[in-house]
């Protein structure tokens, strides 16, 4: 199933459910095929690894993806006000991403 990419590379956000709720940060990279997004200091894990003829034996930080519907758009970073995400065509005929809940203004 493959899902609207309303979120972007460089959005911040707030995690809204699982072990890092309520935790804010900003979106490094998004994987549309697996719905997941790699929160900046969000989400590290350490993996180790085994000795092969290339890389030695050790330990190794991966970061580990969020999905995307566990994630909310911070429109205000004062107040860290949450909004869901739609779209809209404005006077010039371009697509942009509108805040529901900040009465459809646009997102910058």
Sequence with gaps: ???IK???TGDLVKIIAGSHKNKTGKIVKISPSDNLALIEGIGSRTRHMRATQH???GK???QSGIHLSNLKLIIDQKTNATSRIGYAKNTD???IRIARQANNREIK
């Design 55 to 57: 890389q030695k034996a």
């Design 6 to 8: 309303r979120l972007k």
């Design 60 to 62: 190794k930080e991966v």
């Design 1 to 3: 199933m493959k899902a």
């Design 93 to 95: 005929g371009k697509t």
